[in-house]
């Protein structure tokens, strides 16, 4: 089925705007000035674009000026926020490849790792795997939400649902994703043990062999290290992730203040692509296999680069 076109949306938008501001003039709505009726007609209007779906559908609002932008502010910015650096194992491997799944660990309180994948803030990284032609697999809520939604959608994020991954990859795009999700996020705690929610997280190894596109791994080490986080109420925070998907992060740092972050350097590292033969239908054992593959490559990018990365005492537990 063919996909709306942008102009389309617009001019959809736009009507609805303009009939919600006509039916304002009616005689009911006399006692409204004309400056809430025009509001009123402009909230219809940005109602009627929160309600196109516009989520669902890969790159629909995507705009390559905000990409820019974003990248410019970020490359100036961040560098006073944090001390980042990027390092591509195998880029010219990388760079043959037409499609790709990018898996970002660990989700970490910020998923500040995700994010720099997103705005292709490394210019050797994005020369090797174009942001303008991924789409990021991101948590529903965010497309609730006033402006971040508007924010998202520019940038090329989807929301994280089986079909619309699938709609992207046959489309012809790539694709990020934090398989730990917001569970991860939730258990993302400063030490020595860098916990992953991976073991039961197969649904992007499936996307990868149904597609044949490779599997990237991208670890960012000193994400999880940025914050503590309190145990308070985390039966309860626990339930309100696994209920509704949302993470009641309360993270904390030096001297307890909330939200303030520990000095700690944040060294993503881009692994080497790791292909995945094409199968329409993988049964669970094929899954598994290729699951148990992506796991133990994972594991070795951790290993063999966290001494270099300044964490030669960190390791990794997987549940």
């Known amino acids: 089925m063919s996909q709306p076109s942008k102009g389309f949306l617009t001019l959809r938008c736009s009507a609805a705007g303009l009939l ?7 005689p009911c709505f006399t006692s409204f000035s004309f400056a809430m009726r025009l509001l009123l007609g402009l909230l219809a209007t940005y109602v009627s674009s ?7 559908r890969p790159s629909s609002r ?3 000026a905000l990409l820019a932008a974003v990248q410019g502010f970020w490359n100036q910015v961040l560098p006073r926020l944090f001390d980042v650096r990027c390092h591509l194992e195998a880029a010219e491997d990388l760079r043959k490849c037409e499609q790709c799944i990018v898996a970002v660990h660990p989700h970490g309180v910020l998923s500040l790792g995700h994010y720099l994948v997103i705005s292709g803030f490394d210019a050797e990284f994005d020369k090797s795997a174009p ?14 939400l006033p402006f971040v939604r508007e924010l998202a959608l520019g940038l090329g994020c989807v929301d994280a649902h089986r079909d619309v991954a699938k709609r992207c990859l ?3 795009f790539s694709l990020s994703v934090v398989p730990g999700g917001e569970r991860e996020q939730l258990l993302a705690q400063r030490g020595s043990m860098e916990q992953l929610v991976l073991k039961t997280r197969q649904g992007f190894v499936r996307l990868a062999l149904q597609h044949g596109v490779p599997l990237v791994p991208v670890y960012a080490f000193g994400e999880a290290q940025l914050f503590r986080q309190s145990q308070l109420l985390m039966s309860f925070r626990a339930w309100v992730q696994r209920r509704i998907g949302v993470a009641l992060v309360m993270p904390y740092g030096p001297s307890g203040l909330p939200w303030q972050t520990f000095s700690t350097p944040v060294r993503i590292v881009v692994g080497r692509p790791l292909s ?10 094929e899954i598994d296999e290729h699951h148990a593959r992506y796991v133990h490559e994972l594991s070795a990018l951790f290993e063999r ?3 270099n990365a300044g964490y030669p005492s960190s390791h990794l537990h997987i549940v």
């Open 276 to 285: 995945m033969p094409k199968i329409l239908e993988p049964s669970k054992a």
């Open 20 to 26: 919600a501001f006509s039916m304002l003039q009616l």
């Open 305 to 307: 680069n966290k001494v």
């Open 50 to 56: 929160v309600l196109d779906g516009a989520e669902r």
């Open 170 to 172: 046959s489309q012809g």
């Open 62 to 64: 995507r705009s390559a």
């Open 131 to 144: 942001a303008a032609r991924r789409c990021a697999l991101s948590a529903g809520v965010l497309f609730k």
